[in-house]
């Protein structure tokens, strides 16, 4: 009887109990993303993991997940191999055929569909051992043992092989340790691995803490295509020079990848089509002499009166409840401010039932001369959950001290959340010190229910 170590590591130690009784050529799994590469040479085999004088192992084995656990990376009772990887970085590992088809629909497939292989050992030479491994022990025991360098690996080895609980494990991770840290790292792999969910929360962080996320490494490893995503954004919270800055830092790592001095003109050169996405109009003169590569203006007319400046936002409810119905009838609520602001979108609630998309119109009226200021017709998605989800004008709304005006939004959708015990005046400080006043009344009228107290239109979205 052979024998061996733990049943999670692996040895190389002879096996003699499968290959004799198994019989079937080799098979390769060749619709896998990446080049299909030839064989390992000589891969290393595993051995039975079975403790040495203990034959009864399952009496040691309290719950059906321990056992089941005990089998992973284990020759014990496998029929099947996988020969993982290429090269001597090749590692073949056992498993069970029935464990696999079980928690899987790609594995029930290859074993048990009409086309099923006969095959005792697959091999899969474009797939990294490591995230194999980690896809198998979820397999085995419902354990994700993901880290920020193996979540993307594993969220794509999780949707190619058809098991969505560890793809949610995870959205779940990233969702919890993204920080503006980190935010350029996530984005780069979610769009390598085309996760919009994730790139989606990326862009969402590096809106909200744009000047700590470009001052971070990650930011000057991203490509020019991940590079103009984010040049091309609205809502960015930073100042156009220190956003140049951090492009021309970007601009001096890609010449050194590129091997090229860092000169102006290559700067320039390796920036493209990203430098026309730079608001030069927006910048001071004065930061233009210490600026490299040399700024030119931009004919985007909507540059020259957009401010990327300190974002804030006032949320005007102290609750969230449900549920809240739309009927093509605007929520309105009518506010004024302590100070001149820009207003630049408003967050609203989604939908009670999951993930859905909106159509919405949202209007800012100075309400005394019924005058529209500001509106853009978009629209947004939702997640099911209680959080607001960001509309966005395509242009910041200018707000005058003491005049009242009327924010409106008119959504087509299925009911959402909605906002109660609202506060008639909220004070909101900024990161400089700056206070804002906003009170809030009811708008006269057909308003869908939406009052100082209760309804949609919960967060404004403004610069100082």
């Known amino acids: 009887m052979a024998t061996g170590g733990g049943g999670g590591s692996a040895s190389n130690h002879d096996v003699q109990e499968s290959s004799s009784a198994q019989s079937g050529a080799p098979v390769t799994l060749s619709n896998a993303p990446t080049a299909a590469l030839g064989p390992p040479a000589s891969p290393p085999v595993l051995a039975v993991s079975r403790e040495p004088g203990v034959y009864n192992w399952q009496a040691t084995k309290s719950s059906l997940k321990e056992r089941f656990a005990y089998l992973f990376n284990n020759e014990l009772l496998s029929d099947v191999r996988f020969v993982v990887g290429k090269g001597r970085q090749a590692q073949r590992i056992p498993a069970h055929k029935f464990v696999l088809a079980v928690g899987s629909g790609v594995f029930d497939a290859m074993f048990n569909g009409g086309m099923a292989t006969t095959s005792a050992e697959i091999e899969l030479p474009d797939t990294e051992p490591a995230v194999f491994l980690l896809l198998l022990r979820f397999l085995y025991s419902d354990d994700a043992h993901i880290t920020p360098e193996t979540v993307m690996s594993t969220l794509n080895a999780a949707k190619k092989y058809a098991v969505p609980a560890l793809a949610t494990h995870c959205v779940e991770f990233v969702s919890k340790h993204l920080k503006a840290h980190n935010a350029f790292m996530f984005l780069t792999q979610a769009r390598l691995f085309d996760v919009p969910q994730i790139a989606s929360l990326c862009l969402d962080t590096i809106d909200k803490s744009t000047a700590e996320a470009v001052n971070t490494e990650g930011f000057t490893d991203i490509d020019l ?54 608001r030069f109009p927006l910048m001071s003169v004065e930061t233009f002499p210490t600026a490299n590569p040399t700024p030119r203006p931009s004919n985007n007319d909507r540059s020259c009166c957009y401010v990327r400046g300190e974002e804030c936002t006032i949320n005007r409810f102290q609750h969230v409840e449900s549920r809240w119905g739309y009927s093509g009838t605007s929520d309105r609520i009518r506010f004024n401010v302590s100070r001149r602001i820009s207003i630049v979108g408003f967050g609203l609630y989604g939908s009670i039932h999951g993930h859905t998309d909106y159509q919405v119109n949202i209007q800012i009226m100075e309400s005394d001369k019924h005058l529209t200021v500001g509106q853009n017709d978009t629209g947004f998605s939702c997640d099911g959950t209680s959080n607001t989800f960001r509309v966005m004008f395509t242009e910041p709304v200018e707000i005058l001290p003491n005049v009242s005006y009327t924010a409106c939004a008119t959504l087509k959708g299925p009911d959402s959340h909605c906002g109660t015990k609202g506060l008639k005046k909220v004070t909101q400080e900024s990161a400089t010190g700056t206070k804002t006043t906003f009170v809030f009344f009811k708008s006269p009228g057909n308003n869908n229910g939406t009052s100082v107290e209760d309804g949609q239109i919960p967060e404004i979205i403004y610069y100082t």
């Not at 590079?227 to 930073?238: M, P, S, W, Y």
């Not at 050169?269 to 026309?276: D, F, P």
């Open 225 to 278: 295509e991940t590079l103009c995503t984010v040049l091309e954004r609205d809502t960015l919270n930073i100042r156009e020079n220190r956003l140049f800055e951090a492009v021309a830092h970007w601009a001096e790592a890609e010449c050194t990848r590129q091997r090229l001095p860092a000169t102006s003109e290559n700067k320039q050169k390796v920036l493209g089509k990203a430098l026309q996405l730079i």
